[in-house]
């Protein structure tokens, strides 16, 4: 195994042989998986001519861990995603109300990975609710560790939250109800500043024009209003030769085209403005609840969460997923859209600096769409006859033959 290096805190160091930990995934997972690490591996194929190859070390994690260990995520699995650096993974069961916490966000807390990244754009030929999906093209920077997902909460009627109500109503002169369960929003100015310091650089190196902060401080001014202007903070400090504000850029916007424009838009007026002028909007940055809604909002405009990829990059480990669900009816049926996991691959392969294989899979991959070949959850909206999910890998495959 040619396992990636971790030079310091915040570099890897990639062998042309690098070790890539993946997970199947529960529900439609295997079939996805097995798709999408085919296409990856054609494109590398394609690109390089054995001279790079990835090795892929298989993880358990979920419901065949669960089967096999005892544990949806044993420490082992654990322990070599850590040796692997960079992991890609299907989508893994999180069960509503009761049950075990969530493997994502286990995964995320564990290795730190605080920016949840999805880019999102249209593919031409792609059924869409809107006039103009085209004009789609929007990176979310979703911050991973904290607000909700801090998983800071007590049910109604137990001694924890009992306590809690007494305390604030005691200490603060809030009454709540005894039928009241609590959660803690906690937003930090470490972990805000984090995640926008990397939307910023990001925009920095691809060239992008905006970065947008997307917040309900007009409601919660400490929390929400805090990671405002904690984003602006940061942007003064350490890139102020290449950001501008809105309104400095409106007053002179000749002067300063070149430098990355720093927005904030309240979060519900940014869900009617990603839709009514979508053009003007980039890379977001902003809170994690949020984002979780903002992110599969702007899915919906472009064909839906098939289509959405997504990574968990911390400074250095970094984990890419199919964005959906495991849709367990369809499992094993050889009939789920790969292109979701198989985009994240295109975004791991650039994070591991594999970049022209990455150029190959995209365009390979928006060119079946073109031609109309698709799987099922968009075949019906267009009327045409599906593709299995494998069959739409070898589409795929067969295209980038077609150009090398």
């Given amino acids: 195994m040619s396992y990636i290096q971790v030079k310091d805190a915040s570099e890897i160091q990639v062998p042309t042989n690098p070790t890539i930990a993946y997970i199947e995934g529960d529900g439609i997972g295997p079939d996805i998986s097995k798709a999408a690490m085919a296409m990856i591996n054609a494109s590398v194929e394609m690109a390089y001519h054995g001279q790079k190859v990835i090795e892929w070390k298989r993880v358990m994690a979920g419901d065949e861990a669960y089967e096999t260990t005892g544990k949806h995520l044993p420490q082992e699995s654990l322990e070599e995603i850590k040796r ?38 249209y593919f031409p030929g792609v059924p869409s609710p809107v006039k103009e999906p085209e004009k789609m093209d929007m ?89 405002k202007e904690w984003g602006y903070e940061i942007a003064r400090k350490e890139f102020a030769d290449s950001t501008i504000t809105e309104d400095e850029y409106l007053k002179s916007p000749g002067t300063a085209s070149w430098k990355i424009v720093l927005k904030d838009r309240i979060t519900d007026n940014m869900f009617q403005q990603v839709l009514t002028r979508t053009s003007e909007y980039d890379v977001i940055a902003t809170t994690n609840l949020n984002g979780d809604y903002l992110s599969d909002a702007l899915a919906a405009q472009v064909g839906g969460l098939g289509l959405a990829p997504g990574a968990n990059i911390g400074d250095v480990y970094a984990i890419f997923e199919a964005v959906h669900g495991t849709a367990p009816k369809y499992a094993g049926m050889d009939v789920a859209n790969p292109t979701s996991l198989t985009l994240s691959g295109v975004m791991m392969l650039n994070y591991i600096g594999f970049k022209e294989a990455a150029e190959i899979l995209e365009a390979a991959i928006h060119e079946a769409y073109q031609d109309q070949k698709v799987t099922q959850d968009l075949a019906r909206q267009m009327n045409i006859k599906p593709l299995k999910c494998s069959e739409f890998g070898e589409e795929v495959i067969k295209r980038m033959i077609a150009k090398s």
């Fill in 84 to 121: 692997c650096v960079v992991a890609i993974k299907g989508p893994l069961t999180t069960p509503v109300g009761e049950g075990f916490r969530s493997l994502n966000v286990t995964l995320r807390q564990y290795f730190d990975l605080y920016a949840n990244v999805r880019p999102v754009k």
């Fill in 139 to 227: 990176v979310v920077f979703r911050e991973n560790t904290e607000d909700l997902y801090a998983g800071i909460e007590w049910k109604y009627d137990s001694d924890e939250a009992k306590r809690l109500r007494h305390y604030l109503e005691e200490s603060f002169g809030v009454k709540l109800t005894d039928d009241t369960g609590i959660g803690i929003k906690p937003i930090s100015r470490y972990k805000s500043q984090r995640l926008v310091r990397k939307a910023i650089q990001y925009a920095i190196n691809n060239r992008r024009k905006s970065v947008t902060l997307v917040h309900k401080g007009n409601i919660m001014k400490y929390t929400e209003g805090a990671f």
